[in-house]
């Protein structure tokens, strides 16, 4: 044995040096356990539980974790633990049965008890306050339970975690159990919240899946601050994290990004094309049938209203644009500034008109009508040859795409009717067409797009239109009456059948005083109805004074409205718009 002066206590001890663990008189000395550090009033001891078989000693308290008799509770203590009992008795103190560890060296062996309190942690001497003592901690491993379900209340200004950072039994001493790392928090004093959070960073159009919803709102989407996202921490008195406060951030961040869309992005329904039918939006088959409000500034506000009590439920409706028409008919704006091409007194009359018969819930189809663009009547400055115009027509088709793909009943998109142009074969209009569909498929890829064969829109010409540059495509073609009336109903059915496309004949009509004209109309009427077929009557109103010519109402200058209906025809076609 080494005998050694303790200059801090005053006293003498004897420290077992390798291989000695013996005392003076020859006696093995027993290990005494290692004291645990000076700490905060614990509560009181629990009673055993099932992982704990010990008797419950009333009369005793725990002391570093031995049991002391109760002469010497009340015995003056040291800064590592209660004093150490005379040596005639250390053969009663509980002894450590577990070996040795590299990591925590045979403990020193006091030869008496220490009689005053001096310098801890290099404080001055008197300035000690020694604390009462905690109870030691037995963080045993309990199978099928967590960490977080063996936390429990730690009293008053204690971390419910303190007990599990402390060095558990048989472990290395400065080991410390690490808190669980629910989420890194963010950084104090910033809004930066961690990498691994929460981002509402996607555009309104991920939320509503293959729906294009415009971004009409400049402004970034809201994300929520620190206070929603930050992890939660720990609170005095709680047992776990509240993880019903992480849900809670989450849906406010859910309900502020839905708000946040505005309302224009909800899209409104949209037809669709199914096989050889056309559907709305539910899914179920829809045959368009009604008017075409063909001629400019004719449509008068009752009209929307009449057709929809007839039983329509589409109508078609133009937009002239780069054309020899009458004055104040070409929507073409000439202006290089105006990146729509299109007049503003024009468009506003397009809006109104778009709004009124969508406000009838008819169906849309918006077509963009050029008669030097098609090439009418051989004119050699065309689409296809002039490719500056060429190019302003593309710029007028995706500034109307932009601003009515989400009007309410928008039910299709009319590229350019009845194209002729000089030299150019169904081929070279079929590349047209795929060429326009690119084009308005980068803005809208819901709603349908209607196409026409080459030599003004002939339906034997059907075969050379068909395309496969977009799935959702209606054909069409002219079907004005003449002497054989039926002789174009076999090649409709026909490429409906063999492509399995849906067929709409955009112009249905005849001439008022022709021989026998209510007769023909009633049989293409009716093989159109037997047949599935929709179609648009040419036309609801027209601009001239013969009554002889096309149309339902006809101008009147002596009338008191300035129309004058044609009360038979509007019975007749009307009595097929219910079919």
């Known amino acids: 044995m080494v005998r050694r002066r303790d200059r801090r206590q005053g006293g003498t001890r004897f420290t077992a040096g390798a291989g000695c663990g013996r005392d003076r008189q020859g006696r093995p000395l027993p290990r005494r356990p290692r004291p645990t550090r000076p700490g905060p009033r614990r509560r009181p001891a629990t009673p055993p539980s099932r992982h704990r078989n010990r008797p419950r000693l009333a009369d005793q308290r725990r002391r570093g974790g031995v049991h002391l008799p109760v002469e010497l509770q009340d015995h003056p203590r040291t800064p590592h633990g209660p004093r150490r009992a005379p040596a005639a008795r250390r053969g009663r103190a509980h002894h450590d049965p577990r070996p040795p560890h590299r990591h ?104 509503t899946g293959d729906l294009d919803v415009p971004r009409t709102n400049p402004e970034p989407l809201p994300v929520a601050g620190p206070a929603t996202y930050r992890p939660e921490r720990f609170s005095e008195r709680g047992r776990s994290v509240k993880l019903s406060q992480v849900v809670f951030g989450v849906t406010t961040a859910a309900v502020l990004l839905l708000a946040s869309v505005p309302a224009t992005a909800a899209a409104p329904g949209r037809l669709s094309v199914s096989g050889a039918d056309v559907v709305d939006p539910s899914g179920r088959p829809i045959v368009l049938r009604g ?58 009359l397009l809006d109104q008109t778009i709004e009124r018969a969508s406000a009838a819930r008819l169906w849309i189809t918006l077509f963009v009508d050029s ?18 115009m060429k190019q302003q027509f593309k710029e007028v088709w995706q500034f ?48 349908p797009i209607v196409v026409g064969p080459n030599d003004n829109y002939s339906c034997s010409h059907l075969e050379g239109a068909y395309t496969t540059a977009d799935p959702k495509v209606i054909y069409t073609c002219n079907y004005f009456i003449f002497d054989r009336p039926l002789n ?38 009716d093989a159109f109805k037997d047949n599935g077929i929709g179609w648009a009557w040419w036309t609801y109103r027209i601009s001239g004074t013969n009554p002889c010519t096309h149309g339902i109402y006809y101008a009147d200058p002596d009338a008191p409205d300035g129309w004058q209906v044609k009360k038979g025809w509007l019975e007749l076609v009307n009595g097929y718009l219910a079919a």
């Open 488 to 525: 174009r109903i076999g090649l409709i059915t026909g490429f409906r059948t063999k492509h399995t496309a849906p067929v709409w004949i955009n112009q249905v009509g005849i001439e008022s005083c022709d021989d026998d004209a209510k007769k023909k109309a009633r049989e293409v009427l």
């Open 291 to 348: 008017y075409n409000w063909g001629q400019w500034r004719t449509v008068q506000p009752q009209d929307p209203g009449d057709n929809v009590a007839a039983g329509a439920n589409s109508v078609r409706i133009p937009l002239r644009w780069w054309g020899e028409w009458k004055d104040g008919v070409d929507s073409r704006d000439p202006d290089p500034h105006n990146p729509s091409h299109i007049n503003a007194e024009h468009l506003k």
């Open 371 to 388: 008669d030097h663009g098609q090439g009418a009547g051989g004119r050699p400055d065309n689409f296809w040859t002039n490719p500056v």
């Open 400 to 447: 109307l795409v932009r601003r009515y793909k989400t009007a309410p009943y928008m039910g299709a998109f009319e590229i350019l009717p009845e194209p002729q142009p000089i030299g150019e074969d169904d081929t070279g209009v079929k590349e047209f067409y795929d060429e326009m569909i690119g084009v308005i498929r980068g803005i809208d890829r819901r709603t």
């Open 104 to 207: 925590r060296p045979r403990l020193q062996r006091q030869a008496h008890p220490r009689p005053r309190q001096g310098p801890v942690r290099g404080r001055p001497a008197g300035s000690h306050r020694p604390r009462p003592h905690r109870q030691p901690r037995r963080a045993t491993r309990h199978p099928g339970r967590t960490v977080l379900d063996r936390l429990r209340p730690a009293g008053p200004g204690r971390h419910p975690l303190r007990a599990l950072r402390r060095r558990r039994r048989g472990r290395p001493r400065g080991h410390r159990v690490r808190r669980p790392r629910l989420a890194r928090p963010a950084h104090r004093g910033s809004d930066r919240h961690d990498h691994r959070l929460l981002r509402l960073t996607s555009h309104a159009s991920e939320v």
